[in-house]
């Protein structure tokens, strides 16, 4: 049975820094790719960041670039993020997932195997 049980969230000031967590099991951590998606309240989900197997590559949105950083730990079947200089439009419950190395990198949730239960990030203005 695959879980993703993320961690970490919580309430912050605007300009302030949360990383969360997200740790795997049940599954072959190595073999997939990570991702992390949010969803803020009367919208749908949207992606934040990507990392590939190998941590060689990282993917973001624009809306985080330059703020948050997406990061693994292989032997900790975690995957992390890093979020820096937040802002009030970043609140959201924040998720990670899991995709498949047998399709293409997306930045489209329907293309992601294993969900998590999500944590809820708070930025206050």
């Known amino acids: 049975q695959v879980q993703l049980v993320e961690s970490g969230g919580g309430l912050v000031e605007d300009g302030g820094s949360l990383k969360l967590s997200c740790a795997a099991s049940g599954l072959s951590f190595s073999n997939y790719r990570m991702g992390w998606f949010r969803q803020a309240p009367g919208k749908e989900r949207e992606f934040v960041a990507r990392?590939?197997?190998?941590?060689?590559?990282?993917y973001y949105a624009d809306s985080v670039k330059g703020r948050f950083t997406i990061s693994r730990d292989n032997a900790k079947n975690t995957v992390y993020l890093q979020m820096n200089d937040l802002k009030p439009e970043d609140t959201a419950v924040y998720s990670c997932a899991a995709g498949s190395l047998s399709r293409p990198p997306s930045t489209n949730p329907t293309a992601w195997t294993y969900w998590g239960q999500g944590t809820q990030v708070t930025v206050s203005s």
């Open positions: 990392i590939s197997a190998s941590s060689s590559i990282t």
